[in-house]
């Protein structure tokens, strides 16, 4: 007898995709290689997990939510290529990945923000991401300078990535069904000789002020989030970007310049 199907949990904001037409789009974008090691959060009821299992060496699947993990392990007992465990994918060793890791998982919503950084500040193993996710997230993370949707969460994922528009996802894909859009992009992990070797810390206190007060100009914010004038108008000057700029009209390249200028 097959093993009973765990209710949906609201507290998790659990969200099941039941389309396997999305799943093959999904699969099909990971493009998944010989050698690679597939990490997948929130497996839930196991639609993607299957799929995902057909055609990778290894698959890590992290399951917060006990029933889920019980009732994925009696259905994949036999599948010999799945490491399923029980446990906070937030708190996963990121740094202990096997080389040549991707990421490819619908995320849940409440934690997709925060998730999606981890795997960013994962400095190896992990390659590349394709991961699902609420529309508005997944257009904020493709968003380019001088639109409404850049801010923080386009440059910090922009400097690390570089990230692909997928497809979205209707509501009627997921039971129960959600009240948002979802959509599925790519990120594809820059190497670190792209990125340079400016502390994550530090570029992402820069860019944070800088958003923080989106209506003022870039000196103002800075300021405002607690640097000198005379500090702010060294930086820029050094960066040749004009005091007068606001943060949504300056490019990743222009962040980073201004946040080694900080650091001199």
Not at 170 to 183: D, G, H, K, Q
Request: proline share 6%.
């Amino acid at each position: 007898m097959p093993a009973r199907l765990p209710p949906a949990l609201k507290r998790l904001g659990q969200h099941f995709l039941i389309d396997q037409n999305i799943v093959r789009k999904i699969v099909a974008l990971a493009a998944i290689q010989p050698g690679e090691t597939i990490l997948e959060i929130g497996p839930g009821r196991g639609i993607l997990t299957a799929a995902i299992c057909a055609v990778a060496e290894r698959v890590i699947a992290v399951e917060i939510d006990p029933q889920l993990y019980a009732y994925l392990a009696e259905t994949f007992a036999g599948c010999r290529n799945l490491d399923l465990r029980c446990g906070d994918a937030l708190e996963l060793a990121y740094e202990s990945l096997p080389e040549r890791t991707v990421v490819v998982a619908n995320l849940p919503y409440y934690a997709s923000t925060p998730l999606l950084m981890k795997f960013l500040e994962t400095r190896a193993g992990i390659t590349r991401m394709v991961i699902m996710l609420q529309a508005e997230v997944a257009e904020r993370l493709i968003a380019k300078p001088g639109t409404r949707d850049y801010g923080v969460l386009s440059v910090l994922a922009q400097r690390c990535a570089e990230i692909s528009w997928g497809f979205r996802v209707s509501a009627n894909c997921f039971r129960p069904r959600p009240e948002v859009a979802s959509a599925v992009v790519r990120l594809n992990r820059r190497s670190l000789a792209s990125v340079g070797d400016e502390p994550d810390a530090t570029f992402a206190h820069v860019v944070r002020a800088a958003f923080a007060h989106r209506r003022k100009t870039l000196a103002n914010s800075l300021r405002d989030e607690g640097w000198e004038p005379a500090q702010i108008a060294a930086a820029l000057s050094s960066s040749r970007i004009a005091p007068t700029c606001r943060a949504e009209s300056l490019t990743v390249d222009q962040f980073v310049t201004l946040a080694k200028a900080f650091r001199t």
